[in-house]
T-cell receptor
Framework: DAGVIQSPRHEVTEMGQEVTLRCKPI?????LFWYRQTMMRGLELLIY????????DSGMPEDRFSAKMPNASFSTLKIQPSEPRDSAVYFC????????????FGPGTRLTVT | DQQVKQNSPSLSVQEGRISILNCDYT??????FLWYKKYPAEGPTFLIS?????DKNEDGRFTVFLNKSAKHLSLHIVPSQPGDSAVYFC???????????????FGKGMKLTVNP
């Protein structure tokens, strides 16, 4: 079974540009999570969805960030406009709502904003 | 305000010896705790978990201990192997607490190096 798939793996963009990160969760998982990892703040939750519905977006840093989950097999995280301080590794993870809380992570997207 | 703390950034041990990784938390609503392992350029992978109704959970070479009164948990790896060298994250959730959530709060991680 394929794990969580993220694309692109690396993204380099200039300040002010729009960036879209993509995630395909594991089939059958009904929770999806977006995380950001930086040296300063570690691994922090940005937003999570249950059954495609956003449940908690309190970690989204500001209005420049938005996330959507149009169906059970696809989610996007968009940054518009991007800034150098957005440079980080962004992870997507998925899990089943029922049962234990093990989340399965994708390989991450390394974003560099110059 | 860090709710999950891994106070030591790194640990180096000899192959075959025990590795002990520590984690402290401040939120008494947390009722489920997990350890993840992360290799460079990969996402974190789930290692072992424990719910607050237990004080120990064992899986092969990995054992997690929970001390609720001290709000402390630890991961023991015995015997340590060079392939265990990675960054280890402690995480916690209030999954079954009233108003509970799927949300995991992570520590900043600890780099374990196991020397051959």
């Amino acid at each position: 079974d394929a794990g969580v798939i993220q694309s692109p793996r690396h993204e380099v963009t200039e300040m002010g540009q729009e960036v879209t990160l993509r995630c395909k969760p594991i089939s059958g998982h009904n929770s999806l999570f977006w995380y950001r990892q930086t040296m300063m703040r570690g691994l922090e939750l940005l937003i999570y969805f249950n059954n495609n519905v956003p449940i908690d977006d309190s970690g989204m840093p500001e209005d420049r960030f938005s996330a959507k989950m149009p169906n059970a097999s696809f989610s996007t995280l968009k940054i518009q406009p991007s800034e150098p301080r957005d440079s980080a590794v962004y992870f997507c993870a998925s899990s089943r709502i029922q049962g234990m809380s093990e989340q399965y992570f994708g390989p991450g997207t390394r974003l560099t904003v110059t | 305000d860090q709710q999950v703390k891994q106070n030591s950034p790194s640990l180096s041990v000899q192959e075959g010896r025990i590795s002990i990784l520590n984690c402290d938390y401040t939120n008494s609503m947390f009722d489920y705790f997990l350890w993840y392992k992360k290799y460079p350029a990969e996402g974190p992978t789930f290692l072992i978990s424990i719910s607050s109704i237990k004080d120990k959970n064992e899986d092969g070479r990995f054992t997690v201990f929970l001390n609720k009164s001290a709000k402390h948990l630890s991961l023991h790896i015995v015997p340590s192997q060079p392939g265990d060298s990675a960054v280890y994250f402690c995480a916690a959730s209030a999954k079954w607490t009233q108003g509970g959530s799927e949300k995991l709060v992570f520590g900043k991680g600890m780099k374990l190096t196991v020397n051959p």
